[in-house]
């Protein structure tokens, strides 16, 4: 089990970037793979981003791809997620978690999540 706590959401104008920080505890950290899902009220949570453990294989929604980039330091338990040429669209409640299985983009897989951070994109 990993204990995961979000940072860095907050108000920004369209084209603006923001970083988001997943802080994780524990000593198997290094071990799970870390993914970003978003939640926009009404609306289903989607997964953005996700990156192994070892770091050497990362995934995209297509939303994000070429704007998002999720990269991960695992001397400091923490997993970044950079958002550049960020969109109203983008607006949401960013949240991460973790997980020790194979599948990558289907949020019931993961088992350990934070308790998100708002990203607010203003027009």
């Known amino acids: 089990q990993v204990q995961l706590v979000e940072s860095g959401g907050g108000l920004v104008q369209a084209g603006g970037s923001l970083r988001l920080s997943c802080a994780g505890s524990g000593r198997t950290f290094s071990t799970y793979t870390i993914a970003w899902f978003r939640q926009a009220p009404g609306k289903e949570r989607e997964f953005v981003a996700a990156i192994r453990w070892d770091a050497g294989t990362t995934y995209y929604a297509d939303s994000g791809k070429g704007r998002f980039t999720i990269s991960r330091d695992n001397a400091k338990n923490t997993v970044y997620l950079q958002m550049n040429s960020l969109k109203p669209e983008d607006t949401a409640v960013y949240s991460c978690?973790?997980?020790?299985?194979?599948?990558?983009?289907?949020?019931?897989?993961?088992?350990?999540w934070g308790q998100g951070t708002q990203v607010t994109v203003s027009s």
């Open positions: 978690a973790a997980s020790t299985r194979q599948i990558i983009r289907i949020s019931e897989t993961y088992t350990d």
